[in-house]
């Protein structure tokens, strides 16, 4: 078993097996193609590819007005059309340039709502799906010919280890030796 | 206004008090907890002038009139497998109460106890569209066992209520009365324009209200306008008027309260409570927040509001645009029944969190599921 945080601060800790095959997109301290953005995992299954962006705005060290402030960006479409659909234009065409889009394609995101409440969370995801396939699928002004992504989904941390119960998700804060220098818990 | 009902062994209801708020309540709950039924005994009850010789015999016409039971028989209202009488209470803010009892085989209930003074009647928007059937079921030789047979009183008495004689000219009741200028404007620009009665049937005018003269005023003098209260006028798009039948039924259901309003049948602080069964259907969800915003201005003008619903996008406007510094008061009560017990129980709160423990909620979540797991390709 393997486990796989975002990043060095990140609480939300994935357990994966070790067949599986998956592997970071958006990497640290590599060189990445200038002004690209890529989401976070990619992972293979048999008939798909899911590319896998995290957000985590319930991170035990994000302020309230700085929570408040992402549900307002993730109201108004901000972070959809300034984050998440570029995310998944730009992975598309690394993962093509580098001749790994023999499957379809799959977008999760991965919203960390658990500091808030479950109607919030209910209200959120299924319209959020909505607007962003929207968004995906034509963001200029005229629409992508080709479907590059086929389908998306946001889950929470609960609805992701409802449908992947064998890659357990869970909130842990990194041990303070994991911690970079500075950062307290 | 009524504060309290209370019905015991009552069609759905085996023992359910429920406390209402003076301003909005919302009464959501699963198809077959009795959401309709509920709203039906507040208008059979608030009718109710205890002073009248057959009030009696009336109240039991209104029920079967109401419920419709099979037999024809007040009795069959009983609920099925309860012990004792079937009891209606209703109280209300201004000291009336009136309770009636019936048993199983009872063809009159008795009103056993009741305080002096006719409460004031509801108003009861049922779930279908009426403006369109008013010029039927309002003819001068109407068929009328025919028509009780095809619709319940809930119709009947809104039909009577949109002809009511009353001012038709809602241009001048929106400048006179400041609690109509925040209202009338928004439903007649909600639909584009509004229905008038005329010959016995309800035509609509297409038009918009705009801002009266509001060239001729002063930058100070429009400031000081919108802080008394915005003068309105309604402009007419053109001279050609459409049959009620030619408009969209979601904007029939907004006709209606606009005719209530223009012919003082719904004057608020003054007129019963008014109750609206599923305000959601046949209304473009687009729609939906400007009917929210007109229901709550009715609500802070001091009219009584009970609606059932099983909208999401509705409740969630109440939740998102009731403002409590304005006094907006909503209250939720939920119905529901419990695994093994098929009695009717229920849960109120201001909180609109109630919501999240409905089928409603759950229905969105369990769609959104469905969604996911198609997209992941599960079975």
Avoid at chain 2, 353 to 363: C, E
């Amino acid at each position: 078993m393997q486990t796989y945080r975002a990043e060095a601060t990140a609480e939300l800790l994935f357990n994966f097996p070790d067949d599986l095959g998956w592997s970071e997109l958006d990497k640290q301290g590599i060189k990445l193609p200038v002004r690209m953005k890529f989401v976070d995992l990619v992972i293979e299954r048999d008939k798909d590819i899911l590319l896998v962006e995290i957000k985590d705005p319930s991170h035990s060290r994000c302020p309230d007005k700085e929570r408040n402030s992402y549900l307002k960006r993730l109201s108004d479409n901000s972070v959809v059309t300034q984050e998440l659909t570029p995310k998944a234009r730009d992975s598309y065409l690394y993962m093509h340039l580098m001749e790994r889009d023999h499957k379809p394609f799959k977008y999760v995101v991965l919203l960390g709502l658990d500091a808030f409440a479950p109607a919030i969370q209910k209200g959120l995801l299924g319209p959020f799906k909505g607007r962003l396939l929207a968004d995906i699928r034509e963001e200029s002004f005229e629409a992508w010919r080709r479907k590059h992504i086929a389908d998306c989904m946001v889950l929470s941390v609960e609805s992701w280890n409802h449908h992947f119960p064998e890659w357990p998700l869970r909130r842990e804060p990194p041990a303070e030796a994991m911690l970079p220098k500075g950062v307290k818990q | 206004m009524i504060t309290r009902l209370h019905l015991k062994n009552f069609t759905a209801f085996t023992e359910l008090t429920i406390d209402f708020s003076p301003g909005i309540n919302i009464i959501i709950g699963e198809n077959g907890t009795g959401k309709t039924q509920l709203l039906k005994a507040v208008l059979a009850l608030s009718g109710v002038d205890p002073q009248n010789e057959q009030v009696d015999e009336k109240l039991t016409a209104k029920l079967c009139r109401l419920y419709q039971p099979l037999s024809g028989k007040v009795g069959e209202l009983r609920r099925a497998g309860t012990r004792g009488n079937a009891q209606l209470r209703a109280s209300c803010a201004s000291g009336q109460s009136c309770t009636a009892k019936f048993n199983g085989s009872a063809e009159t209930v008795k009103i056993t106890q009741s305080t002096a003074g006719a409460a004031k009647p509801a108003i009861f928007i049922p779930t279908k569209e009426v403006l369109s059937l008013v010029r039927g079921l309002t003819a001068e030789q109407p068929d009328l066992p025919t028509i009780e047979r095809i619709f319940d009183d809930g119709y009947l008495d809104l039909a009577r209520q949109l002809v009511r004689d009353g001012t038709d000219d809602l241009d001048a009741k929106v400048q006179l009365d400041p609690k109509f200028a925040s209202i009338v404007p928004r439903l007649a620009n909600l639909i584009g324009g509004q229905y008038l009665l005329e010959n016995g049937r309800f035509v609509f005018e297409s038009g918009r209200y705009v801002e009266k003269d509001l060239a001729l005023h002063s930058r100070a003098k429009h400031a000081q306008m919108y802080q008394d209260s915005t003068e309105w006028k309604f402009v007419p798009r053109s001279k050609h008027r459409l049959s009620s039948g030619m408009t969209a039924e979601g904007f029939r259901k907004i006709g209606v309260l606009q005719r209530l309003l223009s012919n003082g049948s719904l004057n608020p602080g003054t007129t019963g409570p008014l109750l609206w069964d599923e305000p959601e259907s046949n209304l473009n969800p687009k729609l939906m927040r400007d009917l929210v915003q007109a229901l709550l201005e009715l609500a802070r003008n001091g009219q009584q509001i009970i609606l059932a619903t099983h909208d999401y996008v509705l409740l969630k406007w109440f939740d998102l645009l009731m403002d409590k510094g304005k006094g907006d008061h909503v209250i939720f009560h939920r119905l529901y029944c419990t695994e093994g017990d098929e009695n009717i129980q229920h849960e109120s709160q201001s909180e609109y969190s109630i919501v999240g423990r409905s089928a409603i909620s759950n229905t969105f979540a369990e769609l959104y599921d469905e969604d996911v797991k198609r997209a992941l390709g599960e079975d």
